[in-house]
């Protein structure tokens, strides 16, 4: 689900100043009240920024940061998330391109994804609710560095570096699911049955076992078990 995008003509400047922003940022996280948080920092207190998008969903920041007409300077993307897991979007990030600065926001401790984060590529990461750091290490990011978690000894590659080291990999299976696929595994992932998830999709049994099966061996797996693990990130994905 993609939230609304933010007006790109719409700079909050008087007629007359300059109209590029100097920071442009990209905003993931599935919980609508966080996004509005961070906005909110982000525009109360950084004057040079501009939000340019908001979304709920993994696949639609991967889209955003990979085209070259909506890919920000820095995005900012939750760690834990129902669709997909922020180091599964940072490393499809990655993978892919050392134009986006990735930081990782969490409202769990640093030292829960730190690591997590930066072997997916990305730059730094800040507890999601204070807004200090959060505004200090986006314009470190922006400005080509990496922001140290403080609570762990773990280290932060640039973007340029850190795409070095993944690219040529393979972009997480997760991705490789078609939008159902993906949304049965997510219906699945809260436990509820093949006739559940049937019924909130709204189609027959028989289909709902079809995109199941099919995202089972996308995954790379071989049971309904295993696909949730990998889906919820309680199993490693494959590097």
């Given at each position: 689900?993609?939230?609304?995008?933010?007006?790109?003509?719409?700079t909050g400047k008087a007629?007359?100043?300059?109209?590029?922003?100097?920071?442009?940022?990209?905003?993931?996280?599935?919980?609508?009240?966080?996004?509005?948080?961070?906005?909110?920092?982000?525009?109360?207190?950084?004057?040079?920024?501009?939000?340019?998008?908001?979304?709920?969903?993994?696949?639609?920041?991967?889209?955003?940061?990979?085209?070259?007409?909506?890919?920000?300077?820095?995005?900012?993307?939750?760690?834990?998330?129902?669709?997909?897991?922020?180091?599964?979007?940072?490393?499809?990030?990655?993978?892919?391109?050392?134009?986006?600065?990735?930081?990782?926001?969490?409202?769990?401790?640093?030292?829960?994804?730190?690591?997590?984060?930066?072997?997916?590529?990305a730059q730094g990461i800040?507890?999601?609710?204070?807004?200090?750091?959060?505004?200090?290490?986006?314009?470190?990011?922006?400005?080509?560095?990496?922001?140290?978690?403080?609570?762990?000894?773990?280290?932060?590659?640039?973007?340029?570096?850190?795409?070095?080291?993944?690219?040529?990999?393979?972009?997480?299976?997760?991705?490789?699911?078609?939008?159902?696929?993906?949304?049965?595994?997510?219906?699945?992932?809260?436990?509820?049955?093949?006739?559940?998830?049937?019924?909130?999709?709204?189609?027959?049994?028989?289909?709902?076992?079809?995109?199941?099966?099919?995202?089972?061996?996308?995954?790379?797996?071989?049971?309904?078990?295993?696909?949730?693990?990998?889906?919820?990130?309680?199993?490693?994905?494959?590097?």
């Amino acid at each position: 689900m993609t939230m609304d995008d933010i007006d790109s003509t719409h700079t909050g400047k008087a007629p007359g100043s300059a109209t590029r922003p100097i920071v442009t940022i990209g905003l993931l996280d599935n919980d609508p009240f966080a996004l509005a948080f961070l906005e909110r920092t982000i525009g109360e207190l950084m004057d040079e920024a501009r939000v340019i998008w908001k979304t709920t969903s993994g696949r639609d920041a991967l889209a955003r940061c990979l085209s070259p007409d909506t890919a920000p300077n820095v995005l900012l993307t939750d760690m834990s998330m129902d669709e997909l897991s922020g180091p599964a979007v940072c490393r499809a990030i990655r993978v892919k391109t050392a134009r986006v600065a990735i930081l990782a926001v969490t409202s769990f401790s640093l030292a829960v994804y730190a690591s997590k984060a930066a072997a997916a590529g990305a730059q730094g990461i800040v507890p999601k609710a204070v807004e200090t750091p959060i505004v200090e290490a986006v314009r470190v990011l922006a400005a080509g560095g990496t922001w140290p978690s403080g609570a762990t000894d773990v280290a932060f590659d640039t973007a340029a570096a850190a795409h070095a080291r993944l690219a040529g990999g393979r972009t997480p299976r997760r991705f490789l699911l078609s939008d159902r696929e993906a949304e049965a595994m997510n219906l699945c992932s809260r436990g509820l049955d093949t006739g559940r998830i049937a019924a909130d999709m709204q189609v027959g049994v028989s289909t709902a076992k079809t995109y199941l099966t099919r995202a089972i061996h996308k995954l790379g797996v071989s049971t309904r078990g295993q696909a949730v693990a990998l889906w919820t990130g309680a199993m490693e994905d494959e590097r």
